[in-house]
């Protein structure tokens, strides 16, 4: 689950991560409102940035640098609502609805902070670079040595010594050495805390006056952790999320849009990657990645159906799945009743192994609806991918 970067500022600053002063606005008159009370604050200037579930925001026009409030203004204005394109969100772009109002700092450096799982080293890694303020990933593409980084061993957690490896790294003065201790250790038990997949702060800046801030941040939950974050799940912002996605989430459905035609309906997500795999080998391209579960049910089934085939690219519907705890029977009887309810056309091929497969497959052939059945994946990919193209 991703949040905003505005909430993000207010789990760092309740675990003492200093975050420079500033406020979410929905609205134009909002952001008038907190512009002008931290100019009232003394404020020298203030930064209008726009909150979406990107980063980039900077580059395509999403964050800018006021002097005045007339020019607070005018950027609010600018930015409040318009469709913001960055290399995260797609040609299309993402539409504004907040912004975050905020005291500009007087950068000196502009670095980086960051923890990840590894999965390579089944172990989380706190990564710092002197490379900060411009896309990570080009920096690790390009210069990976200017990534310092230290794992963390999970039995002891991360060590105020590890921290101070990577201040020296990163080339902070001596009296900063300290300052940077403590926000390294502030964020490492935030990212715990929370159940954290990714914690990044880019950039994470020293001013001139030697304080250390961090001007962003982008936090990931793990979504299998959330059921014990009651408070972590409300920050959810819906509207920033696909909403075919959002369906799918109601009925407990992983499901995550795609580019191509030949919708899948998988249970398991290693089948599900095996199935988007043999589509593309096949010559397809699958529109979409979609784990039903092991013991989906028919109400969930349906939901499904009706999720592949709101997506209007869906031109072919590719059902492969193994019957372990959801019996392939069972399976049938609800893909057969999904069918009629929502008076699916589109060509629909299945592949379908494992418990109670030839009642499954009786069911099928007595339901008078057009089903085919490959006898392999191999072969059902290929009907399916072939089907999608006479439509
Ligand atoms: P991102 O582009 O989505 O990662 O958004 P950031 O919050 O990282 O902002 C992008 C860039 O805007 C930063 O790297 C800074 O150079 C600049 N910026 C952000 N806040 C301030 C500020 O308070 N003062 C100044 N001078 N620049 C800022
Ligand atoms: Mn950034």
Known sequence: MKIHEYQAKDILAKYGVAVPRGE????????????????????????????????????GGGVKVAKTLEEAEQYAKQILGMQLITHQTGPQGQKVQRLLIEETA??????????????AAAKLVFMASQAGGMEIEEVAARDPKAIHKAYIDPAVGFQPYQA????????????????????????????????????????????KDDKLFALDCKINFDDNAMFRHKDLKELRDIAEEDPLEVEASKYALNYIKL???????????????????????????????????GGA????????????????????????????????DVLATAVVAAAKKLNVTLPIILRLEGTNVEEGRKILQESGLKFQVGSTMKEAAELVVAAAKRQ
Do not use: W
Request: hydrophobic share 50%; glycine share 10%.
């Open 106 to 119: 007087a950068i000196d450096r502009e670095l980086y902070l960051g923890i990840v799982l590894d999965r």
């Open 164 to 207: 101070r490896e990577l201040a020296f790294a990163l080339g902070l003065k001596p009296t900063q050495i300290n300052d940077a201790v403590k926000f390294m250790m502030g964020l490492y038990k935030a990212y715990m805390d929370t159940d954290s997949s990714l914690l990044e702060i880019n950039p994470f800046i020293t001013t």
């Open 259 to 293: 580019d191509g035609n030949i919708a899948c309906m998988v249970n398991g997500a290693g089948l599900a990657m095996a199935t988007m795999d043999i589509i593309q080998y096949a010559g397809g391209m699958p529109a979409n990645f979609l784990d039903v579960g």
């Open 24 to 59: 979410v606005a929905n609205t134009l008159d909002e952001a008038l409102e907190v512009a002008k009370r931290l100019f009232a604050e003394g404020a020298k200037g203030v930064v209008v940035k726009a909150q979406i579930h990107a980063g980039g925001r900077g580059k």
């Open 297 to 328: 049910n028919q109400q969930q089934i349906e939901a499904a159906f009706a999720i592949l085939l709101a997506d209007k690219a869906v031109q072919a519907i590719f059902i492969n799945i193994f019957g372990g705890i959801l019996r392939v």
